[in-house]
Structure formats: C-alpha cells, structure tokens
C-alpha cells in the first residue's frame, strides 16, 4: 500500500496555479494540525519555561500576519486585514542571552477566537490571490526572485519554519497542555529496549566543497542560501551515527553536567542558571542516581529510546566533545563538524529529496512524528546515516553570509541580524523540517542555549589539531593572557640567562594600538580583527569612542569579555612542568572597557552589519586565514570595513603553513598585498620584533613586519 504523505514536497518555482494552491493548502493544514494539538485553551498562553519565547497564541496568528505584511509589501493586497493584530502578532523574539526573560505582557494577547477568525480571513484572501491573480498564469512563471509573487512563496516558507519552532514551545511545555493530534505521524519506536548501535568513524580525505545555492535553482531559498563560495577542508573522522541518547547516557552518568571543566565559560552559566543535569527532552522515572529515563516528544512521554538521536543545544554538544576528549587524554580530541564537513558528507547525488515525492529517504518532511533510531535509515555512498533529517546537526561555525549573498528587498531582516557571531549554525532539517527548511540548501541558525529538535555528530581528531582549534584550550588562553597582558618582567625578564639574546622586542599589542593612534586621522570607530585576548582592543578605548574586538577562538573571547566586565584576570605563567606562578592583571584607570565590544568570528566571512571603521587592525592574523586575500579584499569595495580615508594596520611574518591556508592562497610579501588593497596606499612600513613565552626557557622570537595603509578618499563615493 502507498504511503500517505502528509507534508507536500517542496514547491517547485515553474509550479501552475493549482499546485501552488495545493502547496498552500498543505502548508496552512499542517500549522492547523499541530495546533489541534493543545487540549485547553489556556495552554494557548502559558509561556514556554524559560520564559524567552511569547506564549503559543503569537505563533498561531503570527505566520497568517506575515502572509498579510509581505503581500502588501509586495503589492498583491491592498489593505490589512486587522492592523491591530498585524502589528500585535509581526515579531518574534531573538533573546540576547538565556535569562533575557520576558514578562508582563499576558494581558496584551488576543482571544483564541479572534486569532482563528483572522487565519480564516487570511486564508481566504490568500486563496483567493492564488486562484485569480494574472501573474499566476503560466506564460508568466517562473517566479523569480525579482517577481512579487516571491513574497507569497516567502510566507509558505515562512509559515513552515514556525510549524518546526512552534513544535519545539509545545515540547517544553507541560504534558497535560497537549495531546497527539488526530492524524499525527507515527513515530518509530520499540516498547521496551537498552540497545543503541555502537558509532564507528568514517574517515574522509581532504577537499573542497561548493556552498550557495544557484540564484535560478527552481525552488525558493532565503538570503543566506545565496552568494558563493569554495571552501577547503582537510582529511577527517566523524561518527557515522549521530550521537544517540544511549551514547550519551554515559556523559551523564560519568558526571559530565556536574564537572566544570567540560563547559565552556557561558555553557557553564547557562548550565547552573537552568540547574540541568540531563538533556532537557529526558523525563526522570525514578531517583536521580538511577539514571532511569523516559523521553519527552512533542506530545507523548514514552520509554527511552536509547537509539534515538539525542537532542542538545550547543552548550551541551561542545560539553560532551570535551569530556569525551578527556576520555582519551592522550590520543584524540573531539568537536562538532564545520559547515564544509557537514557538506563534505552529503550524499553524492545531486538531488535535493524534499523536491520529490518519495522523500522517504530520510527522516525529514514529518515522513516520522519525531526522532527515529539513529540506524534506521541506510548509510550514504559516504557510510553517513541520517546526514539530512532526523536533528538538526549542530556546526562549530557561527551563521555567517556566503560570499554575494544579499538580503531580500521583501525580508531585508531576515538573516543580517543573527550574522553577530552569537548564532551558532545548524545543518541538515530535523524530522519535522519540511520545504525549504528541509532542502539541501537550508543554512539555519539558533543561539547556543536555545533548543531544537537539534542533536550532533563528532569529529575525531589526532591531539594535535589543525587550524583555528589549535587556540582552543587554557594553556593557549594563558600564553596569550601572557604576551597581551603580562608584565616585560613577567615576559622576559626573568629568564636566567643574563646574556640573553632579546634586545628591543616590543610589547606587540601595545605597539599596534600605538600605530593606529599614530596614523588615525579620526577616532570614531576602531577593529581588531583577531584580537585574541584583547589588549589591543581595550588599549585602543582610551583613544576611540568604539573598538570592537573578533576572534575566531570562543575561548579567548570569553576571556577578553571577562577582562573587560572584571576589569582584572588572574592567570598563571608557566615556568617549567607544573611549576609557575598566578599573576593578577589589572586594568589600568584610563582605559575604558566599557567602550569595547568583543565578539567570536571569522575574518574570512565578516558580517555586513559591522559597518565601517575609521581604523582597522589586522595583527598577525592574515598568514592563519584560510583565505586570506577575501579577509583583505572585505576592507575595500561599496561595504568595506575601512572607510575611505580610514587605516588599516596589518602586521604578519608572512608564516604561512598549509594546515591554515592552501599554498596558491600564499601572499609573498608586501608586493603580493598591493596587488590586492587596490584602493590603499601603502603609508609606513616597520619590523617588529616580539616574543611568545612558552616557559621560563623557551620563548618564540618573531619579527613580524608592520604596515600602515591608508584607503584613498577618491574612493568615497559621491552621494546622489
Ligand atoms: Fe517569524
């Protein structure tokens, strides 16, 4: 017997009226279905636990509203249809952090009753466009980006996005709120079982991969789809299977919530602010030492499904990578993919399966009512299980615009606000995902505290790592408190040998700092872009009324935040072995750390939002970029990061290593650099001789070269 689908596949831009009509008719259903799954009114406006999310009622009116806004931004409605609801129910909340709570405003809400009439209003309406409007007729389709019927296919994708997030507020209320709505799919589950497959590693080579989704591929994408770009990554191992719950019972029951060292800094808060001491979708079913669990879906409490994916936010994905790297103290560490790997391990047929009827393939397009055993679908041509649906797939990157990629006239907010380095990415649609939220091309993005139905796969690696995570970890974090903030006696000084060889090193952060103060001409806004842990962003504060500070590395964002929120860190120096001694450093009284603003990036894809600086620093960082001519290129052209008339200091010893960048991306000197800064002139050039202290007997002595460019003002554009 055929299956019965109950989520249309995605639609196809050339679609005719009718199938349009249809893909609407199904998206509308679906929201109409999950919702039929609240059994009391009150639960309409009961607010999610953690309080940073409106009550249920905002997200049953809140996608017919945007049908209305974007139809009338695109000119195909004429007036609202209730402006006070239209406004009441536009935005959603994207809280700051995870106690940015939300109160007061439960009588602001409309009654149940008004918000169906109103979907009953727009559905009509929309109905109506899409079985009489000209611009449907077929000699005038595709719809393209330019065409305003993209606004009508915006909302479908739109209103698909909240039946996922919308499903995840009803997962986080209480059970008696909710029952399984007639109709729901079923889910794949055993009565009673401990068994969950053991995960093995899958190893794969070096390569590059192709990111942004073609502007005529013939389904809709949003904004951050868009754009180009190749990207390398190098030869790695991750699991086959996404991380189950089985799997991750052990980081439990070893004490992996209850041991600091696991978290990051913030994970940590967030972990005591919430008192979590399992997965949030884990029901405790006896006492606490027993480790006896049920599971929380979307309506049900049932037994465990120890082959389930488990469901995380970031904290906790990045927390078991790091207890497991413990495990094998010696040997491997452990992390969550980049978005290029999580490319890199797609199957390699071409088709995107939510365009085709059978997408049975996956467990995504609510094919399943919730998570499915991580072995229950067939691995890839790449030996991957689940490398789309199932759960979101949490990524190290941070959201980010692919190269080119512009925000839609229609929904010119849609992605820039979350590319601030606070957004981690999540990659390939949960169970519940369907359009284009479960497309191949879906990019999507959460804070790291906040949940979906989102788990994780871990990448193995050999101790010593490659890349940007050769930063992660406290004796990193120390050696750079050290070189940043250290005393010269701390630095150099101190080394017994009286004769040695260390004259006339500068104090490098300092230096830079002195440079840009040196040769700004205005002191408005200043970057720094790898800034680590921040000396010469906060040295900068005394002289700028804004300095904002990125680095790639979340450890050393955290810690520079620390300094400037304390004002003071105590770290320790590391002498020999074991041996050392903890230094205080304290912030000098004429600075003002109140002015800096750090943030976790990466300088090879920085967010237009930054906006302009009358002054930019580039402090040994160009010769760690994967592409280190795109970092270059971003400070020129219509949003560069340099103003015109503005400075840009770059320091490098030009060290490049094929573990950071590819040989034909290698800049040979000051020459090569010309060629790229095309709208700078080259203004003071000067060696720079500092030291990185290891220990008291081993020191790296470089002699970085600094350079000073200033962006010519007849790159001003002249305004209109
Ligand atoms: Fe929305």
């Known amino acids: 017997m055929e299956r019965k689908y109950i989520s249309s596949p995605l639609l196809k831009l050339d679609a005719n009226r009718e199938t349009i009509l249809e893909y609407f008719k199904n998206t509308w259903s679906l929201t109409e279905l999950l919702f039929s799954g609240i059994s009391k009114e009150e639960t309409y406006y009961r607010r999610p636990y953690h309080k940073i999310r409106h009550p249920l009622i905002f997200y049953y009116g809140h996608p017919a509203v945007l049908y209305v806004n974007k139809l009338r931004v695109a000119g195909l409605l004429e007036t609202p249809i209730d402006p006070q609801l239209e406004t009441l129910l536009e935005t959603g909340v994207d809280e700051m952090r995870w106690d940015d709570m939300r109160e007061g405003d439960e009588n602001l809400w409309p009654s149940v ?21 000209p611009e449907l007729e077929t000699k005038n389709l595709p719809i393209t980006h330019e065409s305003r019927m993209w606004a009508l296919v915006m909302s479908f994708e739109h209103e698909r996005i909240h039946l996922e997030t919308s499903s995840v507020l009803m997962r986080e209320l209480p059970i008696q709120f909710l029952q399984p709505p007639a109709g729901w799919p079923l889910s794949m589950t055993k009565k009673k079982q401990t068994d969950f497959p053991k995960n093995h590693f899958i190893h794969r080579e070096a390569g590059t991969v192709s990111l942004g989704k073609p502007q005529d591929w013939p389904t809709f994408g949003w904004d951050n789809e868009y754009g180009h770009e190749e990207r390398n990554y190098q030869s790695f191992s991750t699991s086959s299977f996404l991380i189950s719950n089985g799997e991750f019972l052990e980081f439990v029951k070893n004490g992996g919530y209850s041991e600091e060292a696991n978290w990051s800094q913030e994970g940590w808060q967030w972990k005591r602010f919430r008192n979590i001491k399992w997965p949030t979708f884990w029901v405790a079913d006896g006492p606490a030492g027993l480790h006896q669990f049920k599971i929380r879906t979307i309506f049900e409490i049932i037994d465990m499904q120890w082959d389930w994916p488990v469901c995380v936010n970031f904290y906790e994905a990045r927390a078991f990578c790091q207890w497991k790297s413990q495990q094998e103290n010696e040997t491997h560490s452990y992390r969550l993919l980049t978005e290029a790997e999580h490319l890199a391990l797609r199957d390699t047929k071409s088709l995107d399966p939510v365009m085709h009827k059978r997408s049975d393939a996956y467990n995504h397009n609510l094919v399943s009512g919730s998570e499915s055993p991580v072995d229950a679908y067939p691995a890839n041509d790449k030996g991957i299980h689940d490398s789309l649906g199932n759960v979101w797939q949490w990524c190290e990157d941070t959201f980010h615009p692919l190269s080119g990629s512009k925000p839609h006239p229609y929904y010119d907010d849609f992605s820039s606000p979350c590319y601030d380095g606070k957004h981690q990415m999540i990659l390939g649609g949960s169970f519940i995902s369907t359009g284009a939220e479960a497309s191949i091309w879906a990019r999507f993005h959460f804070r790291p505290h906040f949940f979906q139905h989102a788990g994780f796969r871990i990448v193995k690696e050999a101790k010593k790592m490659p890349g940007n995570y050769l930063y992660e970890g406290q004796e990193m974090v120390n050696k750079y408190l050290l070189m940043h903030w250290g005393e010269e006696s701390d630095i150099h000084q101190n080394v017994p040998h009286t004769n040695a060889p260390f004259p006339q090193v500068v104090h490098l952060p300092v230096k830079c700092a002195q440079l840009m103060e040196q040769f700004s001409l205005d002191f408005g806004r200043a970057l720094d872009l790898g800034c680590a842990v ?5 040295e900068l504060s005394r002289s700028f009324a804004e300095v904002i500070g990125i680095d790639y590395s979340q450890p050393f964002i955290e810690c520079a935040n620390k300094i400037k929120q304390d004002k003071r860190i105590t770290y320790w120096r590391k002498d020999s072995g074991e041996s050392g001694k903890e230094v205080t450093l304290r912030l000098s009284a004429d600075l003002h750390p109140e002015r800096s603003h750090f943030e976790q990036g990466d300088a090879c894809h920085l967010p237009i939002r930054l906006g302009q600086f009358d002054s930019v620093l580039l402090a040994n960082v160009l ?38 960048t590819a040989k034909e991306n290698w800049l040979q000197g000051i020459p090569d650099v010309k060629k790229v800064l095309t709208e700078f002139e080259l203004i003071y050039q000067e060696e720079l001789p500092f030291m990185i202290r290891e220990h008291a007997r081993k020191f790296e ?15 001003i554009q002249e305004p209109n």
């Not at 002595?701 to 790159?715: D, E, G, Q």
């Open 623 to 660: 010769c760690r970029l994967e592409h280190p001519m795109n970092c270059l290129k971003r400070m020129q052209g219509e949003n560069g990061l340099v103003r015109p008339g503005g400075i840009l200091v770059m320091t490098t010893p030009f060290s490049w290593l094929e573990e950071y």
């Open 534 to 538: 921040g000396r010469s962003t906060i």
């Open 701 to 715: 002595y470089i002699i970085t070269l600094a350079s000073v460019w200033r962006r010519k003002p007849s790159s």
């Open 113 to 133: 009753q008004r918000v169906r009439e109103y979907r009953s209003l727009v559905f009509q309406a929309v109905c109506r466009l899409i079985e009489t409007h």
